[in-house]
Nanobody, 125 residues
Framework: QVQLVESGGGLVQAGGSLRLSCAAS????????MGWFRQAPGKEREFVAT????????YYADSVRGRFTISRDNVKNTVYLQMNSLKPEDTAVYYC??????????????????WGQGTQVTVSS
């Protein structure tokens, strides 16, 4: 069992920045792939970013590449999502997730085993 708790969401103006955190507990965090997803009102949940177990490899959705950065601290059991140059279309509930069957980068939402409760990000124009 893994518990994930997101934090860092909020209201920000377009062009601003936020840093999301996801604290993990319950299993050996450093062995697993981690990902961030988001869900806007009336839309399906979508992939944002993923990172492999040691942070060496990352992959991003086209919509956020160059603006968002995923990273992790395996000592603190925490994964981060630094979001810069935010746009109103980034408004969504952001979720972190862990795939306990993979150490690499994972894009497919269905492969993730555990999810956090989500944190709201609202970008005003």
């Amino acid at each position: 069992q893994v518990q994930l708790v997101e934090s860092g969401g909020g209201l920000v103006q377009a062009g601003g920045s936020l840093r999301l955190s996801c604290a993990a507990s319950g299993r050996t965090f450093k062995n697993y792939a981690m990902g961030w997803f988001r869900q806007a009102p009336g839309k399906e949940r979508e992939f944002v970013a993923t990172i492999n177990r040691n942070g060496e490899y990352t992959y991003y959705a086209d919509s956020v590449r160059g603006r968002f950065t995923i990273s992790r601290d395996n000592v603190k059991n925490t994964v981060y999502l630094q979001m810069n140059s935010l746009k109103p279309e980034d408004t969504a509930v952001y979720y972190c997730a862990v795939d306990v069957h993979s150490a690499g980068t994972v894009v497919t939402m269905e492969r993730y085993d555990y999810w956090g409760q989500g944190t709201q990000v609202t970008v005003s124009s």
